[in-house]
Structures are given as structure tokens and as C-alpha cells.
């Protein structure tokens, strides 16, 4: 078969990166990370348009699409460091919902069985199911945490009355299906007024964990995620981490489809990221919600570039320690020997 590449716009990958073909196994044969596009919104409950995440993503930069980035504070550049390739598309029509998901389920199944990362850009937050599935497939049943951003818990049991899959849902699916356990589920700022009663009792059963923004606030972001991480690398051998962009205040991320005023700053949730990827053991990552047009000045797509290139470069960071070669601490001076504001040697 032959690559998809872009399902609504060209062949472009992820900042130049080289092409892969998930039907030729020797394209991405001794790859570090694949990255998976699931151009998919019919999901989605309110505004639509993230089905064009993906090309945004992938696209959205002011550098050249080199396939590399230096990370400046990290000292690693991930794109090069790795061998990150992009397998385009994955075939995603809206209206065949049930095909689209194990279409995408099935591909990041591979990739994950190839021992490569992979590393989805959404689509809306349904694929989050197939996402997560893929990886536990691999990984082992219920042997995977999950850590999710988001304004919502995603904890729906259905959807529009009815309908079992949607931007609404997937975490329940996820949990009632076994892959992942209720009680290894962490959700980072919830807000706003939903889910209901019902829902949350329903949360409350499964023993999930949801630091709402309020108590994020109280108690400060690090202070929460020093919590989440003892609780995702507990009976767990792998993390997955899912990041929907409306855990971003709106004045900061307005492309998406269910903006939720009152959110974390765009700095904070690139610290995380970049956090959650040098300290756990990354199993799959997906970036959702983009919804280019809502965006504005392309904010929202740019935000969510640097989400993956974040995530990436605290993964190449964490490998280059575990190989036991010299890293840099984030918080070491960019340039050694300065000392003070005059730049004095």
C-alpha cells in the first residue's frame, strides 16, 4: 500500500524529518520514534476542525524544516540525536469511525513493536483510545499509566445520548477495557463545569487521580506532578502521555474545539512535558485538539509543535544519561565560564 502522507494537505513531515512507510518495515527498521498523524474529528462535540492538527503541527515553525532543533537548555538536539521519523497519515474518514480508530490502534501497535516510540498529533481527543491501546498491546494489558492534560476528563459514558466513541469518552473506554488500570490515571488540569455527578462518582470508583486546576494552583505544578509520577511508575512498566491543548488557557491556545478559560500557561505545560519525559519511561505520546481554524497568528499550532519537540528532547536527554554519556542540567548557564550580567569570564 502505498503512504498516505498528508489525508488533507501535502506530504510534509514533521520539521524535514525523513519519511517512513508502515506497510515497508525496513523504512523504519532501527527507528527511536515514529511520529503518526490521525487527521480525525468526528468526535468531537462542539467545534470541529482538528481533523487539520496534524499538517499544522508538523509545519508550523519559523526555523527551516532541517530536522533539527538544538534544545538550549537541554543541549540535545532530538531530531538528530534520534532517528525520529514520520509515517504521514493514517487513513481517518470521519464518517467510519469504528475503521478509522483500528486503522490508527493497529499503527501504533507497530510502531511500538518495533521499539520505536510513537508519538501521535491529533485529531481530536477520541484517538486517544486507539492511541493508548496500541502502546498497552505491546507494553502489556493494564501495565501502562497514564498522565493527561486537559481542561476535561474525557470520562463520558456516552456521547450525544448515545454514541460510545468521541472527544467525550475515550479515557472510560480506555479503563473499562482494561488496557490501563483506573487507579494508574492521572488527569492535570480539570476545570470548569463538567463532568457531572454521575461521572465523577464514576472517576471516584475507578480510583483515578484529577489534580484540578485549583488544587494545581494551591499547591503548585511540580508539587502535583512529584505525585503523579509516583503513581504512574507503580506496577507499571511504561507511561503514556497524552496532551490535550485546552489544558492551555485560551488567551494562550484558542485554536481547539472546547476552549476552557483558566488554564495553565503555555511555559508551564512545555516544563511538564519536558519534565514527565526525562524522569518516566515514555511508552507513546499524543498531542490533540489543534483546531487551526480557530488558531490565531498560528499560536495554538506552534504551542503544540513545541509540546512534541519538548517531549523528544527529554527523551533524548534521559537515553544520552542511561548510555551513561554527559548531559546538561536545564537549569546550568547557557554558556560556560559567564558569570554575572556584565558576561564576565
Known sequence: MARLGGMYGPDT????????????????????????GAPFDGGTSHRP?????????????????DASRPHLALGVDPLADMRVLDAGDILMPAADLEGSLHRLEDAVHLVAQAGALPVILGGDHTV?????????????WGRVSVIHFDAHADTGDTEWGGLLY??????????????????RFLQMGLR???????????????????FEMTEVVARGLDACLDEAFTIATDEC????????VDVVDPGMAPGTGTP????????????????????LPLAGVDVVEVS????????????????????????????RRAAGQPVRAPQAPLLEGRRGPGGEG
Open 13 to 36: 513531515t514533521f520539521l524535514g524529518v525523513p519519511q517512513a512507510n508502515l506497510e515497508e518495515p525496513a523504512s523504519y527498521s532501527g527507528a527511536d520514534v515514529v511520529i503518526i
Open 49 to 65: 476542525g482538528a481533523r487539520f492538527g496534524p499538517q499544522a503541527i508538523r509545519s508550523t515553525d519559523y526555523l527551516s524544516h
Open 128 to 140: 486517544a483510545l486507539p492511541d493508548a491501546t496500541g502502546v498497552a498491546r505491546h507494553v502489556g
Open 166 to 183: 468521541g472527544h467525550g469518552t475515550p479515557m472510560r473506554r480506555l479503563i473499562e477495557s482494561g488496557a490501563v488500570r483506573g487507579d
Open 192 to 210: 470548569g463545569y463538567w463532568p457531572e455527578p454521575e461521572t465523577l462518582a464514576w472517576m471516584a470508583g475507578q480510583r483515578m487521580r484529577s
Open 237 to 244: 512498566d511504561g507511561v503514556f502521555l497524552s496532551v490535550d
Open 260 to 279: 476552557e478559560p483558566g488554564g495553565l500557561t503555555g511555559r508551564a505545560l512545555l516544563d511538564a512535558v519536558r519534565r514527565i519525559a526525562m524522569e
Open 292 to 319: 487551526p481554524p480557530y488558531d490565531h497568528a498560528e499560536v495554538t499550532a506552534f504551542l503544540a509543535n513545541r509540546v512534541v519537540l519538548e517531549a523528544l528532547s527529554g527523551v533524548a536527554w534521559r537515553r
